[in-house]
């Protein structure tokens, strides 16, 4: 009996090996042990070392913390493992209920609900919230679980140019017929590192009748003197925005799960409306103790969250004092640093991995090409010794591969679009690092 090929295995093929991927494709580097500033990790050829950890969103260095570790144990004796059901049947404990309401507490918001992840939010509530009658209006650089959201949810999207005001503004004007307008944006842009000027943005969402939603993933347990995120951090009342989406899987203990916290009548709508959170398991208990855990912490020692911010500014001084250019705000612990070529960007992550330091390189097709970064991230529970050795070993790395002398023509050829595929000096780069 013949049967026909799908066709779909040898395009996937084609895909990886010749595709936009060919040359950089994503790795995974295994990590023996537990998540923490020192891990140890697998270099490309598969070899177990020991390195300082700079790639991890672990931003408060709790992900770890014995008392982290402590209260998850201790919840598993209470509570159990797993819930096996949705929280609208059988998977809402007495615990769950508590964390929505210090996480309301803590936000100073009316009411929150539980996700699976930060990813379930934002599809959650954009499919359950909009349609095609609405107009919701994103920028350029939001997460991926914003763009599927809006895409799934079928309604007109506006996309604005990254933190252009007058853009947003201008689609703003021109969308008077839609039922529902809703305004989304990170708090913190991860790749980028810009901290959102959030009072022109109520101001504008007011100024139209615009929904606002805001993205704090990565703000949350991270900017603000108390880690209350951007609202905090520009002295703005939680009323302001409408709806908060955040995640337990970074700053507050980084073991998963995500909520979205804001009105009453919102979070009440989608509690049954939104599929994403009808239709998935309830969060784990070890995690809910965790997260809990986590907040008391917070109560308890807000220095943690001027420890992240200045440790963040000394790198971000002395990344730039060295000749980089490093991307975002100066109060952001995000601090991605420019190399400009995506090929440079994954010489720096081997060779820095080599001297001690675990980096991640980032760029085409995930940037456009002249942007490539590797995107440090410094968290509360670095030593400044570590932090002046990443410095030091970018200096070293870049003297060792010519970087200054070959940056200035790679640019103008990048602006003149004369790049195409690997430049000229990568290749006995590409020779000795063996790719």
């Known amino acids: 009996k013949m049967e026909k090929d799908n066709g779909f295995d040898t395009y996937c093929k084609e895909i990886f090996e010749d595709g936009p991927f060919s040359g950089y494709h994503a790795e995974l580097h295994v990590i023996h042990g537990k998540q923490d500033d020192v891990v140890v990790a697998n270099d ?23 008392r982290i570790v402590a209260a998850a144990k201790k919840t598993l004796d209470t509570h159990g493992y797993g819930l096996s059901s949705a929280p609208l049947m059988c998977g809402f404990q007495d615990i769950h209920q508590q964390l929505e309401r210090e996480l309301s507490e803590f936000h100073g918001t009316e009411d929150t609900l539980l996700y699976p992840s930060g990813y379930h939010t934002n599809v959650g509530f954009f499919c359950a919230c909009f349609g095609e009658e609405d107009a919701i209006f994103s920028d350029e650089f939001n997460h ?30 021109g969308a008077e017929d839609y039922r529902f307008k809703c305004i989304v944006t990170e708090g ?56 908060i989406s955040s995640t337990l899987g970074k700053a507050i203990s980084g ?16 509690r049954q409306c939104s599929k994403t959170f009808i239709f998935s398991n309830s969060l784990c208990s070890p995690i809910i103790g965790a997260s809990l855990e986590a907040l008391r912490i917070f109560r308890e020692d807000p220095g943690i ?33 420019s190399v400009t070529d995506e090929h440079l960007a994954r010489h720096f992550e081997i060779e820095l991995f080599k001297k001690g330091y675990y980096t991640i390189g980032l760029g085409f097709p995930i940037f ?31 003297e060792e591969c010519n970087f200054w002398k070959n940056l200035e023509g790679y640019r103008q050829k990048v602006e003149d679009g004369l790049v195409i595929g690997k430049p000229d000096w990568w290749k006995p780069l590409a020779a000795k690092a063996k790719l």
């Open 44 to 66: 490309i050829e598969g070899n177990a070392k020991k390195v300082v950890n700079f790639c991890s969103n672990n931003y408060t260095g709790l992900a770890s913390d014995k």
């Open 144 to 173: 991926s679980s914003i763009i599927d959201g809006v895409k799934l949810s079928r309604a007109k999207k506006f996309v604005y140019k990254h933190l252009d005001l007058d853009h947003l503004e201008e689609l703003l004007k």
């Open 188 to 243: 913190i842009f991860s790749m980028d590192g810009d901290i959102l000027e959030l009072p022109k943005y109520v101001e504008l969402a007011k100024k139209y009748g615009a929904v606002f939603y805001l993205d704090e993933c990565h703000a949350t347990g991270v900017i603000g003197k108390t880690g209350k995120g951007t609202v905090e951090y520009w002295g703005m009342e939680p009323s302001d925005v409408d709806l």
């Open 255 to 270: 073991g998963g799960g995500g909520y979205t916290t804001g009105k009453r009548n919102m979070i009440n709508y989608l």
């Open 305 to 337: 969250f001027t420890r992240i911010k200045e440790k963040g500014m000394r790198f971000r001084q002395g990344i730039k004092a060295a000749g980089f250019e490093v991307y975002g705000d100066d109060d952001c612990p995000i601090c991605p640093v």
């Open 368 to 398: 456009e090409q002249g942007l490539s970064r590797l995107r440090i991230i410094v968290t509360a529970t670095h030593t400044l010794e570590q932090i002046d050795g990443l410095i030091q070993a970018f200096k070293e790395v870049a």
